[in-house]
């Protein structure tokens, strides 16, 4: 297994991980505590870590977004909480989700291991959320709280790259998402108003998109040997069954 192909078969594993603490009831209780939308949660609990910057920046930074979306969670975050605190406590929320569901995951120690230099490894330029994150000091030592930060760091920089690479390819971020498999109802989902432009034209520039993800984000699965890139992917793999069985 190459270091792209552990980036590419980690993909999908990390965004259903992810995806699993995301829709959890705990972390949509938070938003409902701190008066948030579920929009607005999620821009800010995301893009938070970067601090009090303008929605412009959190638009750039996120890339997929619509940045008129953007705007409105960030400001109708803005008149109740800073965004940093929505992100310390959307990190306080992951320690516990990853303390309670992954703590008692087998091979945690092993998964620890892999996950943390694949982390280190990471090359942060132009991966602003990324970095942000990274730099978040992380409040649980618990093994399962840490093994749910890195797996988070880890989707954040696949998030990360993928929208470098979509740019490089010469797509937009609009044209991106209506190339890939949800089309115009992903674009919906991301705030996006129609008319949206036609796929047909444009799905090889996504394909060679994806592929130029898997290589920048296989720069940091390069750390590890081809056997423990394969044990990684056993490992996720193990996981994301456990979480969505």
């Known amino acids: 297994m190459t270091p792209e192909q552990a980036a590419a078969n980690a993909r999908t594993g990390l965004a259903t991980i992810i995806g699993a ?4 009831p705990q972390t949509l209780r938070r938003a409902r505590l701190l008066g948030l939308s579920g929009w607005a ?3 800010s609990a995301r893009a938070g870590a970067l601090g009090d910057v303008r929605p412009e920046t959190v638009a750039a930074a996120i890339g997929f977004i619509a940045p008129e979306a953007v705007v409105d969670g960030w400001e109708a975050t803005a008149k109740s909480s800073a965004p940093m605190e929505v992100a310390t406590w959307h990190l306080h929320e992951l320690c516990t ?23 280190d490894a990471v090359d ?10 990274r730099a978040m000091p992380v409040p649980d030592q618990a093994p399962g709280a840490q093994a749910a930060v890195l797996l988070h760091l880890l989707h954040e920089q696949r998030l990360g790259v993928h929208v470098v690479a979509v740019r490089a390819s010469g797509l937009s971020p609009l044209q ?3 190339a890939g498999p949800e089309g115009e109802t992903g ?3 991301f705030g996006w108003q129609p008319p949206y432009p036609a796929a047909g034209p444009i799905v090889r520039r996504l394909m060679w998109a994806d592929s130029v ?9 390069g750390t590890l040997d081809t056997a423990e890139r394969v044990e990684l992917a056993g490992l996720l793999e193990s996981l994301t069954h456990r979480l969505t069985r």
């Open 21 to 24: 603490f995301a829709e959890s």
């Open 41 to 43: 949660y999620h821009v």
């Open 97 to 119: 989700w990853g303390a309670d569901q992954i703590g008692g995951f087998p091979r945690l120690t092993r998964l620890l291991e892999l996950a943390r230099r694949v982390v």
């Open 176 to 178: 991106a998402i209506i």
């Open 187 to 189: 674009a919906v989902a």
């Open 213 to 221: 993800a898997d290589a920048l984000a296989g720069q940091a699965y």
């Open 124 to 133: 942060c330029a132009g991966l602003p959320l990324f970095a942000a994150w």
